[in-house]
Nanobody, 116 residues
């Protein structure tokens, strides 16, 4: 079965950086686009960024454009999210996700907390 496991969250001061990782197993990773979502306390889960199967194409939410960078290593079945210039409003649980046909698979999430 498909497994998605995030890591790398933590507590950081505003302006700082974090790098999240997401390891995927149970499928041919290089055949699928990968997404990151996040959910702030009391808010709905929102899309953050998507990377294409090859890693050549990316699509960012306006709120993170220019600060976050997604990348993937298909040899390691892993996608990364480099987050720079973090803001308190970036605080939330970050989820890695992959859609296989009509099913979207989620990781357990990793907490990112940005202090002001």
């Amino acid at each position: 079965q498909v497994q998605v496991v995030e890591s790398g969250g933590g507590l950081v001061q505003a302006g700082g950086s974090l790098r999240l990782s997401c390891a995927v197993s149970g499928l041919t990773f290089s055949r699928y686009r990968m997404d990151w979502f996040r959910q702030a306390p009391g808010k709905e889960r929102e899309f953050v960024v998507q990377v294409s199967e090859s890693g050549d194409n990316t699509y960012y939410a306006d709120s993170v454009k220019g600060r976050f960078t997604i990348s993937r290593d298909n040899a390691k079945n892993t996608v990364y999210l480099q987050m720079n210039s973090l803001k308190p409003e970036d605080t939330g649980v970050y989820y890695c996700s992959i859609r296989v046909l009509i099913t979207r698979h989620w990781g357990q999430g990793t907490q990112v907390t940005v202090s002001s």
